[in-house]
């Protein structure tokens, strides 16, 4: 048996885990890697990526012997931050915008949009489809987390939601959205929905142990919300409204019809307090309520006196008809005098002053665009580097910004051990950017390449999917001109 001594040697130093390189899908080489969780940047290390996880980063020279990748990224002087976070989005317009409303989900993956929060629209069938189909690669587009039909009361405003009237069709909608669509999150709202129907269907959400969102009825004051167990506040007109020091009074007299909705919004602008918005956000705070301010949306709307948008590039991304739903809105803020567009703009500086507030008072802050139908030129992929810029503006750091939109929403998930940062064991959902954006915010836009469940797409890739959108819409557009020619 001696002669076989030398062949079994030769066999365990080839073999030896010690001399051979593990292999890999991705790994990123001499990139700096952004610690978004304590706002710093980690140079000369390598990001290695199998299958759809991480799983090595480290110094680059030690990563670089002990791997080995089918696909090798050079990030030298480059940077990578995790997948950005869309959380508040919309899809709608009805069953004749089904394609163009699919045509936008490439958009967020070519501007580095990992994941989106569907806050639903008039199609959470398709919807909740298409994130069934996503999640299993025959439907190009980010990871979709959706509400599915949101809860509403009688003869609502919105389409596509479910109808309550009582305790018991709350239970009922309740049930129907967790065991059957199995949705991620309940969206509730508020044109019709009875107030203390809505807190019960907080109450009862919570217990079931379902994240909620929605739009707080003006009967009610956002504390009541809040007790109820609401998860996170959109959009922070309600954020304000926590911090006016007569809240109660003007809700309870809302709720007596003692005052319209006119009224009630008179003395709500006039009756901000930062003492008691202090308190009211500590308490979101304590009780682990997030909040999502919608800035571009907002602002988007608040300036179509001075902006009209016609000259948008992103317009060639959007379909005509989605395009025909952003009008009424136009058409609204056509008809406002000197004014209301003062008065417009006002409303906007007032609600953004709350943003620095929020960030002080220890209340997790989430990006969320409200892009989507209806909402006029708020663009999918690129509103979200639009509402970064508008966090850096009203007083956030680029750190706190770049929070916002990587780790924010995991939080809120309850995900944070799977996303929101580079490291292994966490998704290989990342974005290599040509600029540090924890010194410039606006760095998020010079994308060079995105990594969305383990699979690389490289600059010329993504410049594809918005070239095969922009073909799509160029193709609608032509089909529209030639039908209104006959």
């Known amino acids: 048996m001696k002669f076989l001594a030398p062949l079994i040697a030769a066999l365990m130093v080839t073999t030896s885990p010690a001399l051979a390189a593990s292999q890999a899908d991705v790994m990123i080489r001499h990139v700096t890697v952004i610690d978004v ?8 290390q390598a990001v290695v990526m199998r299958g759809g996880d991480v799983v090595a980063v480290g110094k680059d020279r030690e990563i670089a ?118 949705v991620d999150f309940v969206k509730i709202t508020d044109s019709t929905l009875e107030p203390q129907l809505f807190l019960y269907a907080l109450s009862q959400a919570k217990a079931r142990g379902l994240r909620t969102s929605g739009h707080i009825p003006m009967a009610l004051t956002v504390g009541q919300a809040v007790d109820a167990g609401i998860s996170s506040i959109e959009h922070l007109d309600y954020a304000y409204k ?121 209340v997790t802050v989430i990006a969320g665009t409200d892009a989507g139908f209806l909402n006029s030129f708020n663009y999918p992929g690129i509103g979200l580097h639009d509402e970064l810029s508008l966090f850096v503006g009203e007083g956030l750091t680029p750190a706190q910004a770049l929070s916002a939109a990587t780790r924010a929403g995991p939080a809120w998930f309850g995900q944070l051990d799977c996303y929101g940062a580079v490291e292994p064991g966490k998704a290989a959902d990342l974005v290599l950017l040509d600029g540090n954006p924890l010194k410039d915010i606006a760095a ?21 999917m918005l070239a095969e959108t922009r073909s799509k819409v160029a193709a609608w557009n032509a089909a529209g001109t030639a039908r209104a020619a006959q």
């Open 444 to 464: 998020t836009r010079a994308i060079r390449a995105v990594v969305m469940n383990g699979k690389l797409y490289d600059r010329a890739a993504l410049d594809g």
């Open 37 to 44: 969780e304590h706002a710093r940047a980690v140079a000369e």
């Open 65 to 182: 012997r002990e791997w080995q990748a089918r696909d090798v990224v050079e990030g030298k002087g480059r940077f990578l931050i995790p997948g950005l976070w869309d959380m508040h989005v919309h899809f709608g317009g009805g069953p004749d915008l089904i394609e163009e409303n699919k045509a936008l989900l490439p958009l967020y993956v070519a501007h580095g949009v990992t994941t989106i929060r569907d806050c639903s629209g008039d199609l959470p069938d398709q919807v909740l489809s298409w994130r069934g189909e996503i999640a299993g690669g025959s439907l190009f587009g980010p990871r979709l987390l959706t509400s599915g039909a949101k809860i509403e009361g009688i003869k609502p405003v919105w389409k596509g939601t479910i109808e309550v009237g009582s305790k018991a069709d709350v239970d009922s909608a309740l049930a129907r959205l967790q065991d059957r669509d199995k």
């Open 242 to 362: 926590a911090g006016v020091k007569g809240e109660a009074a003007i809700a309870a007299d809302f709720a007596a019809g003692r005052i319209d909705r006119a009224e009630a919004n008179r003395r709500l602008n006039t009756g901000f307090d930062t003492a008691t918005a202090m308190a009211s956000y500590r308490d979101f705070a304590r009780k682990g309520v997030f909040v999502t301010p919608t800035l571009n949306g907002s602002r988007i709307s608040a300036w179509l006196d001075a902006d009209d948008h016609a000259d948008d590039p992103y317009l060639a991304y959007i379909g005509p008809k989605l395009r025909k739903t952003y009008e009424w809105r136009v058409e609204r803020a056509a008809q406002a005098d000197a004014a209301a567009i003062a008065a417009r703009h006002a409303h906007f500086e007032r609600m953004a002053a709350v943003l620095p507030l929020l960030e002080k008072a220890g």
